[in-house]
C-alpha cells in the first residue's frame, strides 16, 4: 500500500479565515446551546403532561415532573398587582387542583416559562374555560383570535 504523505501549507493563516473561523465556530456552540436547553422541554411530540403541582397566578402553573412553570397559551390573566387577580388565581386554582393536564407546547417565554395551550384529562381547554368564566382575556396578539373573542372576529 502507497504512503500518501499529506504537507501542511507553510502559508501563515490570514486574518480572515482565523476570524472567520471564530464566527463559525461561536455560530456553532450557540446554536447547540439553544437545541439543547429547548430540546427537552419540547421534547419529540411537542406536549408536556402532569398533575399540577401548583398555582402561580391567573395564567401560570407548575406540572409535577415538569422543571418549568406552564404559561397557558392564548390567556391573558390580571396581574397580581391589578383589579381581579384574585379572582383569576383562585379560578384557575378551582379549574386544576388535582387534574392532570396536558399541554401542547408553543414556545418558551423570556422568563423560561413553558408557552404551552393545556387541556383537562376531559378535553377542556384551560383558557377557553377562564375567558368563559370571565376572569381572564383572550390574549388575541398571541392567539391570532383562537378562542373568538378578538375584535374583528
Avoid at 419540547?42 to 415532573?65: E, I, M, P, W
Avoid at 384529562?121 to 368564566?133: K, L, T, Y
Amino acid at each position: 500500500m502507497p504512503h500518501i504523505k499529506f504537507m501542511r501549507s507553510t502559508r501563515p493563516n490570514s486574518l480572515l479565515s482565523v476570524f472567520g473561523r471564530s464566527i463559525i465556530t461561536s455560530m456553532i456552540v450557540s446554536l447547540a446551546i439553544v437545541v439543547l436547553s429547548v430540546g427537552p422541554v419540547l421534547g419529540q411530540t411537542n406536549t408536556v403532561s402532569g398533575a399540577v403541582r401548583y398555582v402561580t397566578d391567573g395564567d401560570t402553573f407548575s406540572l409535577r415532573g415538569v422543571e418549568r412553570p406552564i404559561r397557558v397559551w392564548g390567556l391573558d390573566a390580571p396581574e397580581r398587582n391589578e383589579r381581579g387577580a384574585s379572582a383569576a388565581t383562585s379560578t384557575l386554582r378551582r379549574l386544576v387542583a388535582g387534574q392532570s393536564l396536558t399541554c401542547r407546547v408553543h414556545d418558551v417565554d423570556r422568563y423560561g416559562r413553558i408557552v404551552g395551550q393545556c387541556f383537562l384529562a376531559d378535553g377542556r381547554d384551560v383558557a377557553a374555560q377562564m375567558i368563559a368564566a370571565g376572569v381572564a382575556r383572550e390574549y388575541c396578539y398571541f392567539s391570532g383570535g383562537y378562542y373568538g373573542t378578538c375584535r374583528g372576529n
